[in-house]
């Protein structure tokens, strides 16, 4: 949904005769510092609104970590350009390098209004309800946990490990559980990444569930670690957030074939989770747009420093309206899964993350069936 | 789409006063030799119809193989249940298992219409111009690779993989193709399974678009085999239709990695594949539920002993009706991706082939972006 964003901020900036021109930034800190700009006000409204709905990033991301010249670069080329606002989107990373940016703008006595606009499929920023982009993400897996149910419900005999996006946080794994609509519907076990898992306590859960029903589906984070704090042997790889497994969950279908004598196997959607176009939600799609629309109004208003948060209304029925929050209170702060919404058993997730989640979701509908359940 | 001929067989069934009832045999085979039997004249059109848009198969399935004493026991059952038309829906494993129901039923003076119905998302079954599953499924991996594709484009420096379902047999890997509308869109490279690859030929392959574009994504299919004969050191499952890798793309990522250097990973919708509810194809679901219509209609017109085609009508737009063809004639056989359909470029297929699948995967729609092509 990050392009729902960008348009967001396109569509309130053309509103504003101030603002003379939009540059977007090819692949983000790199276009930048390669002045590889696009003209935003350019591409007509028809265009603008098909790329609202693509997924991925329409002008491009990078993996580079600005260094302290960089930032010093990118203000230089700000100032020649006579940049005045700039719209950040990211997750915690992000935010911390508008942080920078934006402190490095006020020594330099730059007019410069720098705001973060919020995106992660993790949902770990901190100060906002929740973040564009994880509601998608979410809404992907849990529609995934309940096709691969289906099909494991009819043909069992088989352990089948999801393997779910997230890293280090459990907010999407825990959203697997709007896949079911049915006692004994997948996932049957859903672990978070929080809580490290011994490999015999897994085995343990995987064999009373297939004891019982003859089936049984599994979701689990990449980041997820066992009791010596390792991927239970899959491959990782290393980056500065720590290690991600590769294929954690193919390593777990092989272990559980070995120990337990059971078919299994492992799925790995990986980045279709954050790339799908089908399984955006509605209200996540909507909330980015808002974000990227508000982003451009904090500007003008001179509220630059801060990233635009979701609150919740307070309200029965669910309804989000915008805040701030200052930059210095998001950057590379992470937001866990919190402690009270978990639940001890393997299969549960608290009924207050459920109401938290269910409207950043959307409804899950079920597939029908036959009106007896199957006898495996 | 199974169930949707599923919902084809019982909506003709109700137009017939002489069937007066329709059992469904619980997890195929199996169900049967339990007697585990559901009517299924007793749902509401309400259900049946829900029923015919979930994925998998809501009667459940199995993996047992019929043996001989199976088939008799089978054909007692029926007798006593006064059965008299029996539709099996599967591919060439299934079909094997009714063309010998069929011939044992012949022997033993048994009045019993035995009707294959094709469903197969591998596509390779002979007689028929192409098996109900395979459009939806060919259409999932297709739309997989235009999202993860957005996804590389907008953060290049690293090496794709994706693992695509079919087997042996090359007829989805090939369908992905349909995932771009742009030049340099992704799947860069698309490997049919039917031509061993070199490992060093991929590494060359890889090497070449990566060092073009900065990215590539590649489009394996889950029995591709090396010149060796060996699926490239990844982990196998050895079954009764040869052996299977079940971490293919991410042992492929592993070996770009530590040969090329270069930033690698591997994603594996797998079973996500045949049963996503939002991958439906529009032409495969009506033709699924035609086939099950005119398995009825044949059994009832003495047709037994033959399998549901779909022919393809003499005309320039697309438009299909259903054949027979003797379930001897199509029991176990497998039908290959054309040699002549074949490319020797790792990144095109021919018009011939596109031609023939389009219609059955259906307009895979393009994503917007900014009018220049990033630079990479």
Excluded at 94 to 102: G, H, K, P, V
Excluded at 132 to 152: E, K, M
Aim: charged share 25%; proline share 5%.
């Amino acid at each position: 949904v990050l392009n729902a964003s960008l348009a967001g901020v396109i569509d309130e900036c053309r509103k504003h005769a101030e603002i003379g021109t939009l540059y977007g930034a090819r692949f983000g800190l790199t276009g930048i510092l390669r002045e590889d700009f696009i003209n935003l006000f350019d591409p007509d409204e028809e265009t603008i609104s098909r790329i609202a709905r693509a997924p991925a990033s329409a002008l491009g991301t990078s993996r580079h970590a600005a260094s302290q010249d960089d930032l010093i670069r990118t203000l230089e080329i700000f100032r020649r350009h006579n940049v005045r606002y700039f719209f950040y989107t990211g997750g915690n990373g992000s935010m911390c390098t508008a942080c920078q940016l934006d402190l490095l703008a006020r020594e330099m006595g730059l007019e410069l209004q720098v705001v973060g606009i919020p995106k992660t499929i993790d949902n770990d920023l901190m100060e906002t309800d929740h973040c564009p982009g994880y509601g998608s993400a979410a809404r992907f897996f849990a529609s995934a946990l309940r096709d691969i149910g289906a099909d494991n419900r009819s043909l069992p005999g088989q352990v089948e490990f999801v393997e779910v996006l997230g890293r280090n946080t459990g907010w999407i794994v825990a959203a697997t559980s709007f896949a079911r609509s049915r006692e004994d519907d997948a996932p049957h076990l859903i672990y978070l990444p929080e809580s490290p898992l011994p490999l015999d306590q897994l085995l343990d859960d995987v064999d009373r569930v297939y004891q019982r029903l003859g089936r049984c589906v599994v979701a689990v984070c990449e980041g997820q670690l066992d009791e010596t704090g390792q991927p239970f042997g899959a491959d990782v790889r290393v980056s500065s957030r720590g290690f991600l497994a590769m294929n954690l969950a193919h390593r777990l279908a092989v272990l559980v074939n070995e120990r337990l004598k059971i078919r299994a196997r492992g799925e790995k959607p990986g980045l279709l989770g954050r790339s799908s176009a089908l399984n955006v939600s509605s209200s996540d799609w909507l909330e980015a747009g808002l974000c990227g629309r508000h982003a451009v109004i904090a500007g003008l208003r001179g509220q630059g420093g801060n990233m635009v948060t979701l609150m919740r209304d307070d309200q029965p029925e669910y309804a989000v309206h915008t805040g701030l929050a200052p930059l210095h209170r998001v950057a590379l702060r992470e937001r866990a899964f919190p402690v009270e919404w978990r639940s001890n058993a393997p299969h549960k997730l608290s009924p207050a993350f459920l109401e938290y989640a269910a409207p950043l979701v959307g409804e899950i509908s079920n597939h029908a069936s036959f009106p007896e359940e199957p006898s495996g």
